[in-house]
């Protein structure tokens, strides 16, 4: 159960778009398509942002996109804003009725 | 509204237990597949346990053998026993829901801070 590689960090200006990487293995990420991504404000809750590999819960922005290839799954934030400074974390189904989250990414907007 | 409150944290020694309570409304408990998911300060998140509707059980490697997850369908209750703490097990403990989609948490409650430490 190692977890999903994200970067650190990733950074980008107001209005710019980002895109954050989350890489796997055939086991989890590579092996089905239930990825899902959570937006963690310092102190708070981890809300859900994408599910399923690309849906978006009700509600939340469709600056937020998602996709899959192969092992790795990506997150892009277009149009950044100042509220979606934030870590970001990756979590797939791994089989046998187990999770692996990513180690997060923190998003900086400059 | 749908709403999950983390109860049951605290400052416990190496070794002892603690018993978590995430106690849901909005929904039930009993209807949906429910999670512990972990947060070392500082640090990432970790999937713990999950709970299925027809009962099955699931658990980290991390945590197998000494963590129970179970629910009391009663009081609308999630609970989770941590027994032979580690310093390691040091974490904000979340209870999280999968709801429409089962592969992922929709409703998160706030946490509880446990702090395994001598």
């Known amino acids: 159960q190692s977890a999903l590689t994200q970067p650190a960090s990733v950074s980008g200006s107001p209005g710019q778009s980002v895109t954050i990487s989350c890489t796997g293995t055939?086991?989890?990420?590579?092996?089905?398509?239930?990825v899902s991504w959570y937006q963690q404000h310092p102190g708070k809750a981890p809300k859900l942002m994408i599910y399923?590999?690309?849906k978006r819960p009700s509600g939340v922005s469709n600056r937020f996109s998602a996709s899959k290839s192969g092992n790795t799954a990506s997150l892009t934030i277009s149009g950044l804003q100042a509220e979606d400074e934030a870590d970001y974390y990756c979590c797939s189904y791994a089989g046998s009725s187990t999770w692996v989250f990513g180690g997060g990414t923190k998003l900086s907007v400059l | 509204e749908v709403q999950v409150v983390e109860t049951g944290g605290g400052l416990i020694q190496p070794g002892g237990s603690l018993r978590l309570s995430c106690v849901a409304s909005g929904f039930s408990v009993s209807s949906d597949y429910m999670n512990w998911v972990r947060q070392a300060p500082g640090e990432g998140l970790e999937w713990v346990s999950a709970?299925?509707?027809?009962?099955?059980?699931y658990y980290a490697d991390s945590v197998k053998g000494r963590f129970t997850i179970s629910r009391d369908n009663s009081k609308n209750t999630l609970y989770l026993q941590m027994n032979s703490l580690r310093a390691e097990d040091t974490a904000v403990y979340y209870c999280?829901?999968?709801?429409?989609?089962?592969?992922?948490?929709?409703?998160w409650g706030q946490g509880t801070l446990v702090t395994v430490s001598s």
């Open positions: 055939n086991s989890n990420v590579g092996g089905y398509n239930l």
């Open positions: 999280a829901r999968a709801g429409s989609s089962w592969s992922s948490f929709d409703f």
């Open positions: 399923e590999g690309s």
């Open positions: 709970l299925y509707t027809g009962g099955s059980t």
